[in-house]
Nanobody, 111 residues
Framework: QVQLVESGGGLVQPGGSLRLSCAAS????????VQWYRQAPGKGRELVAV???????LYGDSVKGRSTISRDNATNTVHLQINNLKPEDTAIYYC?????WGQGTQVTVSS
């Protein structure tokens, strides 16, 4: 059974940075495509970033150029670093792997 646990969210001022983590169990992140999505209040779920099992990465237009997705095979964790955070980045961020979702971590960008 796959379990995903996100962490690292919080309240941050505009221009700040956050590093989100997705700890996986039940499947190896090194052998799967892992995605980060986000959902803002009143909006649909939006793809933020993907890391493929071969290590290739893909970013949504909203975070391209200021975010980095990476993985740590030793801890079976996928990280998402977002810099220069904006109020419109406020959302719940979810990790997704092989049709499994985590519970999400709240990111709020506000002064």
């Amino acid at each position: 059974q796959v379990q995903l646990v996100e962490s690292g969210g919080g309240l941050v001022q505009p221009g700040g940075s956050l590093r989100l983590s997705c700890a996986a169990s039940g499947r190896a992140v090194s052998s799967e495509n892992v995605q980060w999505y986000r959902q803002a209040p009143g909006k649909g779920r939006e793809l933020v970033a993907v890391i493929g099992h071969l290590g290739t990465t893909l970013y949504g237009d909203s975070v391209k150029g200021r975010s980095t997705i990476s993985r740590d095979n030793a801890t079976n964790t996928v990280h998402l670093q977002i810099n220069n955070l904006k109020p419109e980045d406020t959302a719940i961020y979810y990790c997704h792997l092989n049709m499994n979702w985590g519970q999400g971590t709240q990111v709020t960008v506000s002064s």
